[in-house]
């Protein structure tokens, strides 16, 4: 298959920058936000509901559609795109995120890690060239080396030897690498090691990837940590390229890292919380109502988020968010979305995934614009004039 020709163009740098993502399935502009299908789903939305929520790209998890269907069935169906009916951009992770977090006793050598599945406690292995095999076999747009990722807190030692063998780990994958049609990212480690980022990232950009994420954030440290590691790493990068960061997908925890420059992010939050009934709401005034109604005052304060299941809500006759005009909002009130949930009914979730996604996209959007008009800089005092931090969130 044809190889890509210069996958990403920067249209405009400064503090927060835009670009274009090429893939072979369609542009992506950035900063863009990846919903993330886990299981080759983004749980109970249709791809149309997805797409209809702003998304433009997707993200699915190698290590559970590897144990489960199988990447060879998956290939044998038509690829990924075909299989889940997704016609957009996908970016698979190698599958290391979920061995060292899900797997049932991992350990790792300096050629891969072996680990029982958590499904049916069979014996696996997964070494770079496998974890490339797969994604390749998966068909996605973008594929991700195989990394050691790292706690938070993580001892310098460990952080180091995870630096080790992710480097190590990069050219392998680089060396195994096929498709022309898919583009492989490396994944910069380091914990929050400031040297060892530096290190990790300079041994990566030397090997040349069209791509570049940073791992082991958001994984419980807070955010002037992150903050701090973004400031001493993304300048290292290369300009031209595209920057990820994985496992980011909380309003704040966002915002600071475009402003450092990063250009991609995924993460379960935006579904998660709405299948728990936890819906995301701007704070109020910060961007344009898709409504015309005015901005929504939360009774729970500045936090930016509505526990549809509070009894004040028991007979509140207006939307989740009076702006926000995602399915959701449109035609539903919050006693009916309390209803729903305090009565099991899977319509709760599947409109609360809806609004989080069109409420996440909506603030990315708005974050493209600001950088746009040059105004990155006030929108981002403005939100943090009327917002609240996010827990740290994972992936
Ligand atoms: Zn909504």
Known sequence: MADIEAPFRVRQEGRGRLGLLRTAHGIVETPAFLPVG???????????????????????????????PGAERVAELGGLHRFMAWDGPILTDSGGFQVFSLADRSRVDDDGVTFRSHLDGSLRRLDPATAVAVQEALGSDVAMVLDQCVPYPCARDEAEAAVRRTVRWAEICRGAHRRGDQLLFAIVQGGVHADLRARCTDALVALGFPGYALGSLSVGEPLAEMRRVLEATVPLLPQDRPRYLMGVGSPDYLLEAVWSGIDLFDCVLPTRVARNGTALVLPAGLVASETGAAGTDLPEGRTGRLVVRNASYAADARPVDPTCGCPCCRDFTRAYLRHLFRSGEMLGPRLLSCHNLHTLHRFVAAIRASIASGELAAFREAFWQRAEPWAPSNR
């Open 38 to 68: 886990t299981q080759g789903s983004v749980k109970g939305l249709l791809p149309a509901e997805v797409r209809a929520a702003g998304a433009a790209m997707l993200l699915a998890n190698t290590y559970h559609l590897w144990l489960r």
